[in-house]
């Protein structure tokens, strides 16, 4: 496979070609506004609803773009791919409607929703293995597979058929937007959409401003650029599991670090809040890599004040499992959770008088850890608190020292709040 620009260059005409070809395949996703964030950041703001898809991601479009250009030949050795879970959903569903047999590696903590979504859209027509924790041990526990079996790899993102799939995205929404876009924010995983879509704005809008949105946690496609080559992480945060990658695609890299305008990074829990946002306001649910886009906004607050702006929510397979993670993530990052080393003093009323002099009229305790040691003066007990406003941490810690109860605050120590949280 080429791997650098002058090699491979998305071309407009095979866009144009894959969407032709997706027809009955893919949705037609709607453009639709937001009224509520266009009115927080008085801007027009779209969203891009690719959650809508049949496989709830954008994913299926560069997977059957890809599968369906193999010759008869190749189908007959079967496929093989990695993926996070959308990607498999896309593979798993091109499988089946194009009667290929399919080999699914996927990591062991892909949440169990995304597994069974699999499973239903292959059927018979795929086999799902679970390897590794992370996509990067499943994508090489692929590839093994691929030399011994001589199935055809179906790369997740950085591959030409796949990026001109994920550019149908592009084409779609020049074709369906009333007015010039001044903004485009992008989720990135591996750089496939990216790749794709900018491509397609680069040559039909050039003077949209494109985005690249990552999570803090793995900001591969920004170290890339920042560093001049396609760089690979050594550790990743693999929350949001559909953009968690340690190296974006060499086609990617090369395309996107001279498409995109920027590439910036949002806190894990800003997506968090955001998924929350979603459900709760617009009856949206989006997955982690999903929110990536709108969770940016706010770093743009300024500069799209009466902009046109284009956010891709890119997919909703996400696991119910993960809500009450996804509310802690949320808090914490608001300041609204904090978690305490509490001393308590070993003698009746100690309790009652941290509930009502330590804590304000509004504060809520979550979490209560504590075991009474009778041959010590204090006992420890790990206790979380709940804010209403996070300006009123800093009375709450100041009541903590002056009454003798302060023994730490956890929130800032992360191998210590692991063990609470």
């Known amino acids: 496979m080429p791997n650098t620009l002058k090699a491979y260059y998305p071309k407009i005409e095979a866009i144009q070609s894959a969407a032709q070809k997706l027809k009955g395949v893919a949705l037609q996703t709607p453009l639709t506004p937001n009224l509520g964030l266009s009115k927080e ?10 959650d809508l898809q049949p496989v709830r991601s954008y994913k299926i479009r560069g997977s059957y773009n890809k599968i369906s250009s193999l010759s008869r030949e190749e189908l007959d050795k079967g496929i093989v791919c990695a993926s996070a879970g959308n990607h498999a959903q896309g593979v798993a569903f091109s499988c089946k409607k194009l009667e290929v047999k399919g080999r699914i590696f996927m990591p062991a903590p892909t949440p169990k929703q995304k597994i069974a979504q699999v499973e239903m859209f292959g059927e018979d027509f795929v086999e799902i293995e679970l390897v590794g924790d992370t996509f990067d041990d499943a994508f090489h526990a692929a590839q093994e597979y691929q030399e011994k079996s001589g199935a055809v790899f179906i790369h997740p993102f950085d ?9 149908t995205v592009g084409l779609e929404i020049l074709q369906q937007a009333e007015n010039p876009i001044d903004y485009l924010f992008l989720p990135v995983g591996g750089g496939g959409l990216s790749a794709g879509v900018s491509s397609v704005f680069k040559a039909l809008s050039p003077k949209t401003k494109i985005i690249g949105v990552e999570p803090a946690g793995a900001p591969a496609m920004k170290t890339s650029i920042q560093k001049g080559v396609n760089t690979a992480l050594n550790q990743i945060e693999k929350f949001v599991d559909g953009a968690a990658v340690k190296k974006v695609g060499d086609l990617n890299f090369e395309i996107c670090r001279q498409n995109l305008t920027e590439v910036i990074t949002v806190e894990e829990g800003k997506v968090c809040e955001v998924i929350l946002q979603l459900y709760n306001k617009d009856a949206i649910v989006a997955e982690p890599a999903g929110a990536l886009s709108i969770a940016a906004l706010e770093q743009y607050a300024e500069e799209i004040k009466g902009k046109n702006v284009v956010c891709v929510l890119s997919g909703s397979n996400n696991d119910i499992t ?16 904090h978690y305490f080393v509490v001393k308590f003093p070993q003698r009746a009323g100690a309790l009652k008088q941290f509930v009502v002099e330590v804590l304000g009229p509004d504060d809520d305790i979550s979490h209560f850890e504590y075991t009474k040691k009778n041959s010590r003066e204090t006992g420890s007990a790990v206790v979380g608190i709940e804010l209403k406003n996070s300006a009123d941490f800093s009375q709450l810690l100041e009541n903590m020292k002056q009454l003798g109860f302060y023994g730490d605050y956890l929130n800032d120590k992360q191998y210590l709040l692991d063990l609470v949280v």
Do not use: C, H, S
């Open 159 to 167: 591959d030409p058929k796949v990026i001109e799939g994920q550019g």
């Open 322 to 337: 993960r809500t009450e993670e996804i509310k802690e993530r949320a808090l914490l990052y608001k300041g609204l959770k």
């Open 41 to 50: 950041f008085g801007a027009n703001i779209q969203f891009k609803r690719e």
